[in-house]
Every structure is written in structure tokens, then in C-alpha cells.
């Protein structure tokens, strides 16, 4: 078993449990171990009847569903034949429930400037935004990209497509103009939604030129909204094309109701990086979606009426997605939204914020968590942090230092930690300790949620034994799972659905230990995680030998303290001798065709890179030599033996 983060012996090692406090418990929503096993028992044994009450209680319908799930692998279709909204179970259904003075985001922007939302002026929000939408043609199935700093708009532009059926395509404002052109282009996006600019650190980023470079190669985007969030002057509006939001959206009237739609409508696309070269819109729909997100928050986060809940993602990702936006609103929590990064003015924002906000329960990543140790225990120590009762993880294995840190430091040895795990793919948690009642143990997501069926597989499909690791699959339909790639079947049948038949193909690979626990152990394929962020080795590569002077590209990925994985890349050239220019020319190049997050750590420049007989790179040498460690194992294959050295001897 490979191990791309290099934490593994360090997780097999690890046997501490931390019970949950008694007084966590008692009020718990899941307070007692046999409630949470008859709710898995009757997911398993009754799966219909199980979804069918979640699905009554839990959602708005205009219409009643006939079906609860029509499962023909891989499609699935759930709770078929009703009409729901996603905006309505945000907005609406909390208002009609006299929950509309409640504060539904609390934000704060960067420079520190700060709103608060109500879920009715929330809802009013949404509802102008979706009239200006409408009036800029768009309807029932058209896709609106979204590429936008961290503000309430961002929320409102989502759950305006919503309300009206469109499909929200969200693009990480840290993408470049290349990415958001292909995006534009896979997803035949109407119009696109952004700003003037968003701060970080400090500086002003001008999303809008990013997006005007993009836009000259987006034949389908008609029109343009544009947030003035920056102020910045000289902001080029191509008359016809762009509109200000503030022109548009404010002058709409507010009361736009929701559309009912059929369960399966699209509710949005989602791109992300799988084993080839070009990201895959991962598609969800409607009903399913918005249950999954809804339910999972309130299981996993143990909702309370009074909590003020922090995710500190982003919405171009799916963390946002369904735990800033569909999941929170439709449970009518407090969320606290923050526009800007973590360190700014000074390494203790995060914890200014908690103690400002009271915020109750909070979901971070690893990669910030190994920062903040980093940075030093005394920006914790300033503040108060005694509002927190439940910390949560997402988006990479925790590794055992890291989850002991947030243990003691943030949660003061009161708080329990969720690791949660799960994809985009899967719409919503899938593995996570439930808070009152799940003994956790530091680098493990635990157990499956109630409706989740996890197994592990050998590669020819086999269950393996307790302590094996293998691929992880889960076995059964649920309703948040993926509906498709946008645009390409053929590809979700062959990346999910071919390798184990019948079951869905995470990626993954796991071990299950002999308390029925899971730890994950990094990916199968060629996917890295670099600061939570998925990214494919081979778009990496194929960035690169865009490059006129690139011959061949490896990358791979290599333990890293602070990103889990860094990108270390292997590039062979061609005219004359490199350097440090080009090493330099190459990291903005794909900078420019990717994004600032896709940039390599380490970039080496090589005569030749080591292949088998038949041509294949050997990444796992690559792996070794990026991670410096002393290249081991099979090498008889290597067609040039004189290749290796030569790119040990550049180290
Ligand atoms: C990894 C993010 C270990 C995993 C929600 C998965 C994790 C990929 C965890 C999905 C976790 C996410 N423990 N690994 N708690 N959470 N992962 O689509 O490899 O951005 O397949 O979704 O991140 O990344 P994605």
C-alpha cells in the first residue's frame, strides 16, 4: 500500500480513544449508541421506508413524492415524482416556521467590515438576485457560473438558482481565467456571476479582469453580473454584456417565490480534478441533495438552536456547498462567513473571530490546523475560545499531532473532533464520529452514518479482512450521491462504477480496525491533495507541457508538514540548458493555466525521466526521489538506469 502523505505508521500506531463528555451526551442528538444503531439497522433493513420519513419530515414538498428511490446501477433517482425547492427549504420553510428573525449568516469581511442576514432579509436577497437572473435570460436548466469572493452574495447568487431551477456552477476565485473558460465552456454556462475584486492578505485580487480574460474564450456567456465588492476604479464593463449588481439586483422587488421543481432537477455542477487531465463536473440534483446536506449537518454537528456555526471553507468547494450554504440554512442555523485568510492582519484572526462571534461549533481543515501550530500556541492563547463546544475536519486525513493540538489547544479537552469524510462526489459526510456518542480516536472518520455502506475490496472486487487495507466502495445508493458527470456518461460509468461492479468507487483506500473503525490511507489513483484541495498529477502535467520549451512532464506528489501534499514536478526541456528563469517561467505557466494553487512546490529540470521497457513513467521512483527518501524496490525495469542518477545528483 502506497502512502502519498506519509502518515500512515504514525496512524497504525495510534490507540488512544477519547469518549465523549457525559455532559455532551446528555443533550445530544444522538445521545444514546443503540439509537444510532436502529437508525442504521432500518436504513439497511428498510431502506424506503427509512428515506420515506426522512424525506416527509425533513423537506418541503409542493408535491408529494410517489417513489422514494429508483435504483438501476449507477442511476439513481430519489424520491421520484415530487417538487421541492432547495431555496425554500433554505429560506422559506424556516420563515413560515416563525424563524425569520433569526440571524442567518453573521459576516465578516476581511478589512473587517461586517453584515448580518436575517433569513427573511436573506430570503429577500435571494429572491431580487433570482429576478435579475431571470432577467438576464436565465430559466429552468441553465447553468450560471460563479466566481466570487467569500461574501453573503455568494450564498444569494447559489440559492437564486436555485429558487428559479437554474444550475449554479461555482469556480474557486483562485482559479485562473484558463480554468474558468474550460469550465464555462465543458458546462455551456449562460451567464457568470462575480465581482470587481476580493482582499486577501491585504491585497486586492481583481476577479473581474480575471474574468473578462476568460469571457474572450466563453462563446456561451451572454452576460455578466458583477458585485462591486473592491470599490476599485477603472473596472471595464463591455456595454451589452455587463451589468452591476447594484444596478440590476437592488432595483428588483424581492418577492420572487420559489419554483416548484421535480426532485431530479440539477441543482448544481461542481468541477472537480479526477485521474485525467480535465476536470469532471460532478452533477446533484435537487431533493436528494438538499436532504443529505441538511440531515448530515444536523447528525454530525449536533445542531442547537442556540449554536453560531463556523465553517471556515470556501464555497467554491464542495465543503461550502453543503456545509456554509444547503445544509445550515435548510437546518435554520447561525452561520458565521468569513471573506479572507486566516493570517491577516495577524495569525491569531481565526481565534479573534471565535471569541468575537461566540461561535459554538467550528469545521477547519487539517492544512489549517498545521499552519496554526506552526504560527505558534500564543495567537491561541489571546483569546477566549470557551463559546466552543465541537470542532470539526475535513478534506484530508487528519494526522494524529494535528488532531491532539486541536484536542487540547482549541477544544480545551472538552470539545469532541469530527473528522469527517467524504467527497464531492458524495454530496455530503459520509464517515464521522457522531459527537455524543462515538469514542474517537485521533486520525480515524470513524463509523458510517445511518444510510452509508461502506466495504472494502481487493483488486479483483474481493472483501478484505479486518485490517486490510483496500478499496473503499460503498455498496448502496444514498441520497446525496452523485447523478452523473456533466456531459459525459461514459466517463462516470468508467471511473466509478466499472472497477467493483455494482458499487460506487470512492478513490480511496481504506482499513477498517477491529472496532469496526475506519482510516482512510490516501488515494488509488493519480489524485494529490494539496492543502485539501484536490488536484490530478496529470492536469499538472499537461499545464506543462503546454509550455513551448516542455518536452515531458512527471509530478507527483511528496509529504509536505504544512499542505499534506506539495506538488513536486519533473520536466525534461527542449533548446539548450535551463535555467532558473524558466524554473521560474514554468511555475507562473501554470500559475496561468490552472490557478496559484496547482503552482509546484519543487520543480526539477531532468535529461530524461525514468521509464519502463514499455514507455510508462515510474512515478512511484519519482515519488521517492521528490520525497527524498532512498529509492528502494524494483528498478529492474528502468530503461535507463543513467536517468536515475542523474536526477538523484540534482537534489
Ligand atoms: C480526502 C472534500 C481522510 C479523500 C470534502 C477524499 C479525506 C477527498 C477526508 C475528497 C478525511 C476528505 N480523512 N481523507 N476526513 N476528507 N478526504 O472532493 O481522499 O474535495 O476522496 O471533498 O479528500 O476531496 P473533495
Not at 210 to 236: H, N
Amino acid at each position: 500500500m502506497t502512502d502519498p502523505s506519509g502518515q500512515i505508521d504514525h496512524v497504525l500506531a495510534e490507540s488512544r480513544t477519547f469518549p465523549p463528555p457525559p455532559e455532551f451526551t446528555a443533550k445530544a442528538v444522538f445521545s444514546t449508541m443503540d439509537q444510532y444503531e436502529a437508525a442504521y439497522r432500518r436504513a439497511a433493513e428498510d431502506r424506503d421506508g427509512f428515506w420515506r420519513d426522512e424525506a416527509t419530515e425533513h423537506l418541503h414538498w409542493f408535491e408529494p413524492f410517489q417513489e422514494v428511490c429508483r435504483w438501476q446501477a449507477p442511476n439513481a433517482e430519489w424520491f421520484v415524482g415530487g417538487k421541492t425547492n432547495a431555496s425554500y427549504n433554505c429560506l422559506d420553510r424556516n420563515i413560515d416556521a416563525g424563524r425569520g428573525d433569526r440571524t442567518a449568516i453573521v459576516w465578516e469581511g476581511e478589512p473587517g467590515d461586517t453584515r448580518s442576514l436575517t433569513y427573511s432579509e436573506l430570503r429577500t436577497e435571494v429572491a431580487k438576485c433570482a429576478a435579475a437572473l431571470r432577467e438576464l435570460g436565465v430559466g429552468v436548466g441553465d447553468v450560471v457560473s460563479v466566481y466570487m469572493p467569500m461574501t453573503p452574495e455568494l450564498a444569494v447568487t447559489m440559492l437564486a438558482c436555485a429558487r428559479i431551477g437554474a444550475i449554479h456552477s461555482v469556480i474557486f476565485a483562485g482559479f485562473s481565467a484558463e480554468s474558468i473558460a474550460d469550465r464555462n465552456n465543458d458546462a455551456g454556462a449562460k451567464v457568470i456571476v462575480t465581482a470587481d475584486g476580493l482582499h486577501r492578505r491585504g491585497k486586492v485580487l481583481p476577479l473581474k479582469e480575471t474574468v473578462d480574460e476568460a469571457l474572450a474564450k466563453s462563446p456561451t456567456v451572454q452576460k455578466c453580473l458583477v458585485l462591486r465588492r473592491v470599490g476599485q476604479d477603472g473596472v471595464s464593463m463591455q456595454e451589452g454584456r455587463d451589468v452591476w449588481w447594484h444596478e440590476l439586483v437592488d432595483k428588483q422587488s424581492g418577492d420572487l417565490p420559489a419554483v416548484p421543481l421535480d426532485s431530479e432537477t440539477t441543482l448544481f455542477i461542481l468541477y472537480t480534478s479526477g485521474s485525467t487531465g480535465k476536470p469532471k463536473g460532478i452533477r446533484h440534483t435537487t431533493a436528494g441533495y438538499n436532504l443529505w446536506a441538511k440531515r448530515t449537518f444536523q447528525w454530525v454537528f449536533d445542531h442547537r438552536d442556540e449554536d453560531v456555526y463556523w465553517c471556515t471553507a470556501d464555497c467554491g468547494w464542495i465543503t461550502g456547498h453543503s456545509y456554509i450554504v444547503y445544509g445550515p440554512l435548510s437546518a435554520g442555523a447561525t452561520c458565521l462567513m468569513y471573506e479572507g485568510a486566516p493570517n491577516h492582519p495577524a495569525e491569531d484572526r481565526f481565534w479573534e473571530l471565535v471569541e468575537k462571534y461566540k461561535v459554538s461549533v467550528l469545521y477547519t481543515a487539517p492544512t489549517a490546523i498545521r499552519a496554526f501550530i506552526k504560527w505558534g500556541d500564543e495567537h491561541v492563547e489571546k483569546h477566549d475560545l470557551t463559546s466552543l463546544r465541537l470542532l470539526g475536519s475535513v478534506g484530508e486525513g487528519i494526522n494524529p499531532e494535528a488532531w491532539m493540538w486541536y484536542h487540547r489547544k482549541i477544544g480545551n479537552e472538552r470539545c469532541p473532533i469530527v473528522d469527517t469524510w467524504w467527497q464531492t462526489e458524495t454530496g455530503g459526510i459520509m464517515m464521522s464520529p457522531l459527537p455524543g456518542i462515538t469514542a474517537t480516536k485521533p486520525g480515524s472518520c470513524t463509523r458510517p452514518l445511518p444510510g452509508v455502506f461502506p466495504k472494502i475490496v481487493d483488486e479483483s472486487g474481493q472483501p478484505v479482512e479486518a485490517n486490510h487495507g483496500g478499496m473503499l466502495c460503498i455498496a448502496e445508493p444514498w441520497p446525496g450521491m452523485l447523478r452523473g458527470i456533466w456531459g459525459d456518461e461514459e466517463r462516470f460509468i468508467e471511473q466509478y462504477w466499472s472497477k467493483v461492479p455494482g458499487m460506487y468507487l470512492t478513490g480511496d483506500n481504506a482499513r477498517q480496525d477491529e472496532d469496526g473503525y475506519y482510516w482512510i490511507m490516501g488515494r488509488i489513483d493519480d489524485v494529490i491533495n494539496v492543502s485539501g484541495h484536490r488536484l490530478s498529477t496529470i492536469e499538472v502535467e499537461s499545464a506543462l507541457v503546454s509550455h513551448e520549451l516542455v518536452c515531458e512532464a512527471a509530478v507527483v506528489g511528496r509529504p509536505d508538514d504544512l499542505k499534506g501534499q506539495a506538488i513536486a514536478a519533473f520536466v525534461t526541456v527542449r533548446g539548450g540548458e535551463p535555467d532558473e528563469a524558466l524554473r521560474k517561467e514554468l511555475q507562473q505557466h501554470v500559475r496561468n493555466q490552472i490557478g496559484a494553487l496547482a503552482q509546484p512546490d519543487d520543480l526539477r529540470f531532468a535529461a530524461a525521466l525514468p521509464k519502463t521497457r514499455s514507455g510508462k513513467i515510474m512515478r512511484r521512483l519519482l515519488r521517492d526521489i521528490a520525497a527524498g527518501h532512498e529509492v528502494v524496490g524494483d528498478t529492474s525495469t528502468l530503461e535507463d538506469y543513467s536517468v536515475l542518477a542523474k536526477l538523484r545528483d540534482e537534489d
